[in-house]
Each structure stands twice: as C-alpha cells, then as structure tokens.
C-alpha cells in the first residue's frame, strides 16, 4: 500500500487503458505507432485530486515495478495534446519514462475525460495551466516522490499550457514540450484569417443563442471523415484521432463559445522568467508546428535547448514510438532533476 500524506481519493481497480474500436479504420501503423503501449515493467494505477478550485482532475500514475518506496524519486507530470485524453499519447509517454526509472502521471485536462468540468469540452486555458500545478500538489502527497524534482512533458497544447504555468510555479523544475502548440497564436490566426471582429461577433451571437436553449455547438478539432480533396493537416490529425490507431473517448473539438478564451492566452510572453529552469523543445523536422517550438525557444533564455526529430512530423510524436526520442527525454530529466 502506498504511503501517502494527504491521503488522495484512488479509484477502485485499474481500467483497461487499451480502449480501441474495432469498427473504426486500422490507421497507419508504420514507425512503429504505439499509442496503447503497456510495460510489464510498469504498475499503472487511476487517480484523482482536486485542483485550487476544487476541480477533481483523474489521471494515471505510472511507478516501475522494481521503485523503492523507502526513498524518494524524480517525478514527472505528462499533460495531452488539445482535446486529447489521458489515454492518446500521455500514457505512452508515462509508460515509457517509469520503464526509464521516474514516476509518471498522465492526466485528462479539466473538462475532458473523466476530469470535472461543465459544460464538456470547454477550454479554460488558465484552468488548464493550474493543472500542471495540481499534480504537482499530488505529488507532494506521496512519500517516495523529490518534492525538488518535479518535471514536465507538455505534449502540443499541454507544452504551452504548462510553460503559462511554470512562469508562476517554480516547482515546475524542468520542462520538456513535444510537438509545441500555442493555442492562443493558433485561435488568434483564425481570427486574423476571418477578419478582426467577425469571430468575436459571430461567437458573440452563438452565446447569445445558447442562453436561449439553443443546442451546444462545437468547433475546430479534427474532422469526422476525409477524402482525396482533404489538406495534409486533416489527414495526419484524422489518422490519429479517427482510427484505431489513437481514437479514444474524446471529440477533439471545443465547444464555440469557450474557444474564443484562447485570444487571450499569450503562453511564450515572459518566457524568460522561467530561467534558470531548463527547458528542452523537440519537435518534428517537417511538423506543421515546427515554428512555435522555434518562437518558444527564441522566448526563452538559457538554459534552452531545441531538438528537431529528423523525418518527423507532429501528430509522429504523438506515438510513433521510433521516431520519439525517448533517450532524450531520460538524458535531460537525468541531468537537471
């Protein structure tokens, strides 16, 4: 049994975390893609916690089998990409860092998957950075974790919502991001693209609507079928999201009315005040998002290192397994944790 200080609420039993649908697309498997890798290094127990507000956030903690529980260890906290649940890409990556010795927590971002959060699918990105700062208050709760060695892996969104964070939380120690994405520079590109009122107006509108009973709607996110005519963006997000491959219990697609809360979001503002922190951006050599890691790393002041994956594009990070690289992800939390 664990020892604990706080005393978190556990769920009861470990759930199946390989939740693919059969009747959906096999995927493209190549460079080994692995989104539902399991250890047999590697014990995985479901958790929850609150946040500061009160919010229960529900993740996953990954220990490696062999951990001595009578000292205390580097721990590592593993957020999704956008959208995303704890079950695409984080638990790969959480998985894969406790086989390399650290304790690993995956998570579902407040308002997806089993975390707190109404109405569903909404984005809070303020919310979303105090996430990175809730487990790392779990993390204090147990006692074979190093308080002062906490670190990060923000894999796309997650890599700008924990950056927000780690600007006023220095127990954030070290922080890896995966595939970047500023999600306030992507929301305020669509906005430029319609014109500077006509997305604020028209959200306006819709939220006007729904108080009157008007049914939810949605927007963005990767979309429900493709053909021959789709754009290179939409084939690489649906291959993930819609197929076996990675599709799990999420949509991808915010509702409107709360996208519109990222214009306001400026993650890589005040990068500089995260130093002396390390921080480590790898991103794929060909990815679509390759200039957000460049931005972030022109942001931030030393220590500072950008790594672009030869042959890689975004969503390979995601889970192709041979092309993520894994050492160097070991190497960094080893030397700065």
Same mark, same amino acid.
């Given at each position: 049994?664990? $020892?604990?200080?706080?005393?978190?609420?556990?769920?009861?039993?470990?759930?199946?975390?390989? &939740?693919?649908?059969?009747?959906?697309? %096999? !995927?493209?498997?190549?460079?080994?893609?692995?989104?539902?890798? %399991?250890?047999?290094?590697? /014990?995985?127990?479901?958790? &929850?916690?609150?946040?500061?507000? !009160?919010?229960?956030?529900?993740?996953?903690?990954?220990?490696?089998?062999?951990?001595?529980?009578?000292?205390?260890?580097?721990? +590592?906290? $593993?957020?999704?990409? /956008? !959208?995303?649940?704890?079950?695409?890409? *984080?638990?790969?990556?959480? %998985?894969?860092?406790? =086989?390399?010795?650290?304790?690993? +927590?995956?998570?579902?971002?407040?308002?997806?998957?089993?975390?707190?959060?109404?109405?569903?699918?909404?984005?809070?990105? =303020?919310?979303?950075?105090?996430?990175?700062?809730?487990?790392?208050?779990?993390?204090?709760?147990?006692?074979?974790?190093?308080?002062?060695?906490?670190?990060?892996?923000?894999?796309?969104?997650?890599?700008?919502?924990?950056?927000?964070?780690?600007?006023?939380?220095?127990?954030?120690?070290?922080?890896?991001?995966?595939?970047?994405? #500023?999600?306030?520079? $992507?929301?305020?590109?669509?906005?430029?693209?319609?014109?500077?009122?006509?997305?604020?107006?028209?959200?306006?509108?819709?939220?006007?609507?729904?108080?009157?009973?008007?049914?939810?709607?949605?927007?963005?996110?990767?979309?429900?079928?493709?053909?021959? /005519?789709?754009?290179?963006?939409?084939?690489?997000?649906?291959?993930?999201?819609?197929?076996?491959?990675?599709?799990?219990?999420?949509?991808?697609?915010?509702?409107?009315?709360?996208?519109?809360?990222?214009?306001?979001?400026?993650? +890589?503002?005040?990068?500089?005040?995260?130093?002396?922190?390390?921080?480590?951006?790898? *991103?794929?050599?060909?990815?679509?998002? +390759?200039?957000?890691?460049? #931005?972030?790393?022109?942001?931030? %002041?030393?220590?500072?290192?950008?790594?672009? $994956?030869?042959?890689? !594009?975004?969503?390979?990070?995601?889970?192709?397994?041979?092309?993520?690289?894994?050492?160097?992800?070991?190497?960094?939390?080893?030397?700065?944790?």
């Amino acid at each position: 049994m664990d $020892v604990e200080k706080n005393q978190p609420v556990y769920f009861e039993g470990v759930k199946n975390v390989d &939740s693919r649908n059969a009747d959906l697309p %096999t !995927g493209d498997q190549s460079h080994s893609a692995d989104n539902w890798y %399991t250890s047999d290094q590697v /014990n995985m127990k479901p958790v &929850s916690f609150k946040n500061v507000y !009160g919010m229960k956030i529900v993740g996953n903690l990954f220990t490696p089998k062999n951990l001595d529980k009578s000292r205390t260890h580097p721990a +590592l906290i $593993v957020g999704t990409p /956008n !959208g995303a649940v704890k079950e695409q890409a *984080a638990n790969l990556y959480a %998985t894969k860092m406790a =086989e390399l010795g650290f304790i690993a +927590l995956s998570f579902d971002q407040m308002f997806w998957g089993e975390s707190d959060g109404s109405p569903r699918n909404a984005m809070a990105p =303020e919310i979303y950075s105090e996430s990175f700062s809730a487990v790392a208050d779990y993390f204090e709760s147990l006692e074979f974790v190093d308080n002062d060695k906490i670190g990060v892996i923000g894999i796309c969104a997650s890599g700008s919502f924990s950056l927000n964070e780690a600007k006023v939380d220095s127990r954030l120690k070290a922080i890896a991001t995966i595939s970047l994405t #500023d999600m306030g520079a $992507v929301a305020r590109g669509m906005r430029d693209a319609m014109g500077k009122s006509a997305m604020v107006d028209d959200t306006s509108k819709e939220r006007t609507l729904e108080n009157s009973g008007k049914t939810t709607e949605y927007t963005s996110g990767t979309p429900e079928t493709i053909d021959e /005519n789709s754009d290179a963006f939409s084939k690489e997000f649906y291959d993930f999201y819609r197929t076996q491959r990675g599709a799990a219990a999420t949509t991808t697609k915010p509702t409107k009315t709360s996208f519109i809360k990222l214009l306001n979001f400026y993650s +890589l503002q005040d990068l500089d005040t995260v130093s002396p922190r390390p921080l480590l951006f790898i *991103a794929g050599e060909n990815a679509i998002s +390759l200039g957000f890691s460049e #931005d972030a790393y022109a942001a931030a %002041t030393e220590p500072k290192e950008l790594y672009k $994956v030869p042959n890689a !594009g975004h969503v390979d990070l995601y889970d192709r397994t041979e092309l993520i690289p894994f050492d160097k992800l070991n190497d960094f939390f080893n030397a700065n944790l």
